[in-house]
T-cell receptor, first 110, second 116 residues
Framework: RKEVEQDPGPFNVPEGATVAFNCTYSNSASQSFFWYRQDCRKEPKLLMS???SGNEDGRFTAQLNRASQYISLLIRDSKLSDSATYLC???????????FGDGTTLTVKP | GAGVSQSPSNKVTEKGKDVELRCDPI?????LYWYRQSLGQGLEFLIY????????KSGLPSDRFSAERTGGSVSTLTIQRTQQEDSAVYLC??????????????FGPGTRLTVL
């Protein structure tokens, strides 16, 4: 079993749709959680950190469920520019090895 | 300010040759990470530096892989006797960890290594 698991998708949604991704992690000692976005043949870029209380940034909402060991990302009112691969990232300590999921691919269509 | 830079951007080499990949982190970032990403796959952790020391080398796939960091800045990843399975994009990231805050990593554009 992988340390961090994501549904690879692809998720194909129309513009304006709401889409949610889940990610599960196996190490209960994990302390830091992130969502990164990676465009085709580009480097990953931080989308948002995930806090225990949940957090929102515009159309994006991230949630953490420690008891069930999963994090989620909700994208509302999808835009064409949201098309990318979304990577779930988990770290045990504040700095050090981070484990990346294999990513979930989202395609938003007109 | 400048982001993380990596060189070369592309490297084609023959099986059995040694290669050196370079990473220039963001100025002032104390932590530096190397990952590799094969086509269509996620990122595979290789090594983590805090300053010049590498507290976690657990991801290096074999003893053909080594990395060093000097002056708390530039890092080089060396692959000896390259094999075709080493072909991948090698990504470097840097960060400035602070107690109590999530450690945000900033990635360079990567070096695409092709071993023929």
């Amino acid at each position: 079993r992988k340390e961090v698991e994501q549904d690879p998708g692809p998720f194909n949604v129309p513009e304006g749709a709401t889409v949610a991704f889940n990610c599960t992690y196996s190490n209960s000692a994990s302390q830091s959680f992130f969502w990164y976005r990676q465009d085709c043949r580009k480097e990953p870029k931080l989308l948002m950190s995930v806090y225990s209380s949940g957090n929102e940034d515009g159309r994006f909402t991230a949630q953490l469920n420690r008891a069930s060991q999963y994090i989620s990302l909700l994208i509302r009112d999808s835009k064409l520019s949201d098309s990318a691969t979304y990577l779930c990232v988990v770290a045990v300590t504040n700095a050090g090895k981070s484990t990346f999921g294999d990513g979930t691919t989202l395609t938003v269509k007109p | 300010g400048a982001g993380v830079s990596q060189s070369p951007s592309n490297k084609v080499t023959e099986k059995g040759k040694d290669v050196e990949l370079r990473c220039d982190p963001i100025s002032g970032h104390t932590a530096l990470y190397w990952y590799r990403q094969s086509l269509g796959q996620g990122l595979e952790f290789l090594i983590y530096f805090q300053g010049n020391s590498a507290p976690d080398k657990s991801g290096l796939p074999s003893d053909r892989f080594s990395a060093e960091r000097t002056g708390g800045s530039v890092s080089t990843l060396t692959i000896q006797r390259t094999q075709q399975e080493d072909s991948a994009v090698y990504l470097c990231a840097s960060s400035l960890p602070s107690s109590g805050s999530p450690d945000t990593q900033y990635f360079g554009p990567g070096t695409r290594l092709t071993v023929l």
